[in-house]
Nanobody, 124 residues
Framework: QVTLVETGGGLVQAGDSLRLSCVVSGYTDSVAALAWFRQAPGKEREFVSGISENGGYTDYADSVKGRFIISRNNAKYTANLQMDSLKPEDTTVYYC?????????????????WGQGTQVTVSA
């Protein structure tokens, strides 16, 4: 069994930064690519960013490109999402997700391993 735990959410003002972290534990070999999704109430979970197993490939949703940076430290089994220039529309719950193959897909249906989520709130 593998577990993902997100930390780093909080309440900030527009223009501020937050850094989310995802720690992978348990059967870590079952997770290769990692991704971040977010889901607002009443909406579908949407892809935010993904990173390949070796960190050489990254992908971003257009809405966060240029503001968010994803990274990972395989020695520590962690993935981070640096979020800069935050906007009120970034307010929602953010989830870390693990994928069994090297490259992160954008569809949430491809992911079987999820964290519990961390709330990010950006005030105007």
């Amino acid at each position: 069994q593998v577990t993902l735990v997100e930390t780093g959410g909080g309440l900030v003002q527009a223009g501020d930064s937050l850094r989310l972290s995802c720690v992978v534990s348990g059967y870590t070999d079952s997770v290769a690519a990692l991704a971040w999704f977010r889901q607002a109430p009443g909406k579908e979970r949407e892809f935010v960013s993904g990173i390949s197993e070796n960190g050489g490939y990254t992908d971003y949703a257009d809405s966060v490109k240029g503001r968010f940076i994803i990274s990972r430290n395989n020695a520590k089994y962690t993935a981070n999402l640096q979020m800069d220039s935050l906007k009120p529309e970034d307010t929602t719950v953010y989830y870390c997700a693990g994928y069994a193959r090297d490259y992160p897909p954008r569809s949430q249906q491809d992911y079987r391993t999820w964290g519990q989520g961390t709330q990010v709130t950006v005030s105007a």
